[in-house]
């Protein structure tokens, strides 16, 4: 089975389709997959649910979707520094719905289990709890989330070997790990692709089996945030 392609289009190619569910990984700016991302804009498909943790901000990640309209929902857990993301959800023009961020990683990796649903606490008594099965368990109020099963998953890693086992680096393997698990078709860019055998087996995070495409690629190292203090007087 071939994994490796040339470039994000053409691993993404044959696969997308408008009105589709995506699972995107990535925290903020971090491991999100930029290349792929792009790519998806580039084709042009619309009415594209995303569950992502954020959409990125104004000008990169999701947010580029975000710019051409091509996202009509996000199943998020954070607006984050997205300023699209937040006017299009205030003037209706994006459905969003909300989640608890341990819920949102929790519903990516049932469905990536094959759990259809499960019930939490979190959220219990809030506009989250509205609409959903409430069951009580051992004198505890729970309510059921449904696991999420994507059409495809988007994820960026580390490094990857050729079957496609995937390293990812700190705190960049965030949403990516259960985002690339429910997707019933995953595709991954990474900074290296090393020949099979190279990774110690105990460091791999994401084993190959969830992953059926992949690419390497150049990215960008943007900071979200940049904090810095001033230079103390001599």
Same mark, same amino acid.
């Given at each position: 089975?071939?994994?490796?392609?040339?470039?994000?289009?053409?691993?993404?190619?044959?696969?997308?389709?408008?009105?589709?569910?995506?699972?995107?990984?990535?925290?903020?700016?971090?491991?999100?997959?930029?290349?792929?991302?792009?790519?998806?804009?580039?084709?042009?498909?619309?009415?594209?649910?995303?569950?992502?943790?954020?959409?990125?901000?104004?000008?990169?990640?999701?947010?580029?979707?975000?710019?051409?309209?091509?996202?009509?929902?996000?199943?998020?857990?954070?607006?984050?520094?997205?300023?699209?993301?937040?006017?299009?959800?205030?003037?209706?023009?994006?459905?969003?719905?909300?989640?608890?961020?341990?819920?949102?990683?929790?519903?990516?990796?049932?469905?990536?289990?094959?759990?259809?649903?499960?019930?939490?606490?979190?959220?219990?008594?809030?506009?989250?709890?509205?609409?959903?099965?409430?069951?009580?368990?051992?004198?505890?109020?729970?309510?059921?989330?449904?696991?999420?099963? %994507?059409?495809?998953?988007?994820?960026? %890693?580390?490094?990857?070997?050729?079957?496609?086992?995937?390293?990812?680096?700190?705190?960049?393997?965030?949403?990516?790990?259960? %985002?690339?698990?429910?997707?019933?078709?995953?595709?991954?860019?990474?900074?290296?692709?090393?020949?099979?055998?190279?990774?110690?087996?105990?460091?791999?995070?994401?084993?190959?089996?969830?992953?059926?495409?992949?690419?390497?690629?150049?990215?960008?190292?943007?900071?979200?945030?940049?904090?810095?203090?001033?230079?103390?007087?001599?």
């Amino acid at each position: 089975m071939k994994k490796i392609y040339g470039s994000a289009g053409e691993a993404l190619e044959g696969l997308l389709q408008d009105g589709m569910l995506i699972a995107a990984g990535g925290f903020g700016l971090c491991g999100i997959p930029e290349l792929l991302i792009e790519a998806i804009r580039d084709s042009g498909v619309k009415d594209l649910t995303f569950a992502s943790n954020n959409a990125g901000v104004d000008d990169f990640g999701i947010g580029r979707l975000l710019h051409t309209k091509q996202v009509k929902k996000m199943m998020s857990s954070y607006v984050g520094e997205n300023a699209e993301f937040m006017r299009q959800y205030l003037d209706g023009e994006l459905e969003v719905e909300f989640n608890p961020q341990g819920t949102l990683a929790e519903r990516m990796r049932a469905g990536g289990s094959g759990i259809p649903g499960f019930f939490t606490k979190t959220g219990v008594g809030t506009m989250v709890a509205e609409g959903k099965e409430h069951k009580d368990f051992d004198g505890e109020t729970y309510i059921m989330e449904r696991g999420i099963f %994507a059409d495809l998953a988007v994820v960026k %890693a580390w490094k990857a070997d050729e079957t496609g086992n995937l390293i990812f680096r700190k705190t960049a393997r965030n949403f990516n790990v259960p %985002a690339a698990m429910c997707g019933k078709v995953c595709a991954a860019e990474v900074e290296e692709i090393v020949p099979t055998g190279s990774l110690d087996p105990d460091c791999i995070h994401l084993p190959g089996i969830y992953v059926h495409r992949l690419i390497q690629g150049e990215h960008e190292k943007r900071i979200e945030q940049r904090t810095i203090r001033q230079r103390e007087e001599a």
